[in-house]
């Protein structure tokens, strides 16, 4: 069993950075490949980014694209994402979400979820 623990939303102005981390717990995450998505009031959730279980393999939304990098470090047992250029439309609730040797942008093939943190970008 794995647990995930999204951390590091905020408020932020247009144009900012965030840097959003997803520590894991209770497994063992270098086998994880592990995603990114969000969801915005009203919206469905969507993905962001993807990472494989090594980190040596990401791709990502093309509404994100150029300005979000997905990375991790499995010695610390965490993904980041790290988000720049950062648009009111960024806004919305990103979880993390890892499944064993995941790499897609499909939510079924992730098993663990974290709870989601809150990420506001004010124009």
């Known amino acids: 069993q794995v647990q995930l623990v999204e951390s590091g939303g905020g408020l932020v102005q247009t144009g900012g950075s965030l840097r959003l981390s997803c520590a894991a717990s209770?497994?063992?995450?270098?086998?994880?490949?592990v995603g990114w998505f969000r969801q915005a009031p009203g919206k469905e959730r969507e993905f962001v980014a993807t990472?494989?279980?090594?980190?040596?393999?990401?791709y990502y939304a093309d509404s994100v694209k150029g300005r979000f990098t997905i990375s991790r470090d499995n010695a610390k047992n965490t993904v980041y994402l790290q988000m720049d250029s950062l648009k009111a439309e960024d806004s919305a609730v990103y979880y993390c979400?890892?499944?064993?040797?995941?790499?897609?942008?499909?939510?079924?093939?992730?098993?663990?979820w974290g709870q989601g943190t809150q990420v506001t970008v004010s124009s």
């Open positions: 979400a890892a499944g064993r040797m995941a790499y897609a942008r499909s939510q079924d093939v992730y098993v663990y």
């Open positions: 209770g497994g063992i995450f270098s086998s994880y490949g």
């Open positions: 990472i494989n279980w090594s980190g040596g393999s990401a």
